[in-house]
């Protein structure tokens, strides 16, 4: 990383002073001031709310009009500052002078538009060049940001591509004009390991090369221990703490930021299986081919899933390891029937589940927790019928499934007053609080939990893991953990699979699997994972003995105790 702060040319971006309101008075951001330099990058941190995508959407110039404004300060890039400028200088400076890159690239892309033509728009409105010169540099920057067979790359609309392929389109739209700042909001949050790695090897590679200056955003801390040279730290619309990254993640002085740095999960797993528990849920030699009809006729085949095996156990808690593409989700979704199995068996409780009565015997034995508490909740139906749904098109009367819900939510930290409230009245922990308790209610005997966590900031996500952990005490039920993240994994799960390609390629006790990982697949997300050399609990560097021992963090288990069973 280059450390240019003491440049003569002064800050690429100095904001001081900002605040943020609505029309109608209520302050969100308030007197933000922090300065960018070239070759830097300022991490902004913290929780939903904090005022992090606020502050770098009015750099942009893009606060929704008629809804919210700077009511003070200034956000002077290169002499201009941003919040006074007119409408012909801001589309002047973005693109030429400062870009952003959103957190999910399928909403940053029109999806009836070849990703190609959507780089070149943007040479289009701001160069003179030809044709043929514009299509040239758009594939030498899809070359650049490490697009594999860059003329079809070129050729793709965004739904033919992968999630870290389109985040690659946006980066690659973004620093086609080589801008002097670029504003990264949240770019690897949905990514698995090995692809954020790359994303964030790509933006410092090309950072270092052009010497430009990055504002990223982000609740990741791992993240941030890896690529800030500051550390800026909001919440709730304030500014609590700033300074260099070694002096805020060793000496944090705010309770708040003690608190988001002491919530990142260690990689240093909790829990082992017992295997001596009669499963609830066996999965043996599952399979699962998609065949796509193509034109003429041709058919296309595609196994994402090949010969899977696996237990889940009452009161414990398997885990689904994998980069995106390795068949997580399709095995899950075997499981519940929402998809048949192509070939293999699945046991619930003992006995064979297969024919007819087969998606309706899962249902009542497995509930699902989706990935997104955004789009799982119908935002027209209140929280009581929501939860209560399942109870009712069971045949259950009405009150007393409302009763039955009123509790499921006291269970999981939700008052009961949220019966006759809507989902947008509630932030996105208490969302996926209240989809768990949807699943919760069906006392079901197997939960399956996919990428349930991911979306949401650490803090929370500590919490609702605590409640997973806790339900599965209470309730004695089976959990299948669908995850990418694996310090999460490491936290919560007895016994993890590691799937690549479809295939299981290891499996075992979470201990064993994370921290002594025999597979090359394995070790190789293990070593894709953020900040494995830090102990964030307790502010400070592991000390794993010599610099050359292997695996660093991971070879500490056998010195460190391990809890039985669950």
């Not at 919530?263 to 909790?270: K, W, Y």
Request: glycine share 8%; aromatic share 4%.
């Amino acid at each position: 990383m280059s450390h240019l702060q003491d440049t003569p040319a002064g800050p690429v971006l100095s904001i001081q002073n900002l605040s943020i309101g609505t029309r109608s008075g209520q302050s969100l951001v308030r007197d933000v001031s922090f300065d960018v330099h070239a070759g830097e990058t300022v991490c902004i941190v913290g929780e939903s709310g904090s005022g992090k995508s606020l502050t770098s959407l009015a750099v942009m110039g893009l606060l929704p009009k008629g809804v919210l404004h700077a009511t003070a300060g200034t956000a002077v890039l290169n002499g201009v500052d941003m919040l006074q400028a007119s409408p012909a200088q801001l589309l002047r400076k973005r693109a030429t002078e400062v870009a952003m890159v959103f957190q999910e690239p399928m909403t940053a892309l029109n999806p009836v538009q070849r990703v190609g033509d959507q780089i070149d728009e943007v040479l289009r409105l701001h160069t003179d060049l030809p044709r043929a010169q514009r299509k040239a540099r758009v594939l030498a920057m899809l070359e650049r940001v490490g697009m594999p067979d860059i003329q079809r790359i070129h050729a793709s609309y965004p739904h033919q591509l992968s999630g870290g392929q389109r985040q690659r389109i946006v980066i690659a739209m973004a620093l086609i004009l080589r801008p002097r700042l670029l504003i990264a909001d949240e770019p690897t949050t949905a990514l698995d390991v090995t692809t954020q790695k790359q994303v964030l090897q790509l933006m410092k590679e090309l950072q270092q090369e052009q010497g430009t200056a990055v504002i990223f955003i982000t609740h990741d801390f791992g993240v941030v221990s890896e690529i800030a040279d500051r550390i800026v730290v909001m919440n709730r619309g304030d500014v609590v703490e700033t300074g260099g990254r070694e002096e805020v993640l060793s000496r944090p002085v705010a309770a708040y930021t003690r608190l988001l740095i002491s919530s990142v999960p260690s990689l240093v797993a909790r829990f082992r299986e017992d295997a001596a528990v009669p499963p609830v849920l066996e999965v043996i030699g599952l399979d699962k081919v998609y065949a796509e009809r193509r034109f003429l006729g041709k058919e296309r085949t595609t196994h994402a899933a090949r010969d899977v095996t696996f237990a889940v156990r009452p009161g414990q808690i398997t885990g689904i390891i994998g980069e995106s593409g390795s068949g997580k989700t399709t095995v899950a979704r075997c499981v519940m029937r929402l998809v048949e199995p192509t070939a293999g068996s699945i046991f619930l409780g003992g006995d064979a589940v297969q024919g007819r009565r087969s998606a309706e015997t899962t249902r009542a034995f497995v509930q699902y927790i989706f990935q997104d508490p955004y789009r799982s909740l119908n935002p027209r139906r209140t929280v009581g019928d929501s939860v209560s749904e399942g109870l009712v098109n069971g045949g259950m009367a009405r009150d007393e499934a409302m009763t039955r819900a009123r509790g499921a939510l006291e269970r999981v930290g939700i008052p009961a007053d949220a019966l006759s409230r809507y989902p947008h009245q509630f932030s996105g922990g208490q969302r996926q609080r209240i989809c768990i308790a949807r699943a919760v209610v069906m006392e079901p005997r197997v939960l399956v939990a996919d990428e349930a966590v991911s979306a949401l900031d650490v803090s929370v996500q500590a919490q609702v893991l605590a409640l997973l952990e806790r339900l599965r005490d209470e309730l004695n039920i089976g959990i299948l953990f669908i995850t990418h993240d694996l310090r999460v994994a490491a936290q919560i799960c007895n016994s993890v699979i590691v799937m690549k390609r479809g295939e299981v390629v290891e499996a075992g006790d979470a201990a064993d699997v994370l921290m002594k990982p025999k597979h090359a697949y394995t070790r190789a997300l293990i070593a894709a994972a953020p900040a494995t050399d830090w102990d964030f609990r307790n502010f400070r560097p592991l000390d794993d003995g010599p610099p050359d021992a292997p695996f660093d963090a991971r070879s500490r288990v056998d010195s460190l105790p391990v809890a039985n069973g669950s």
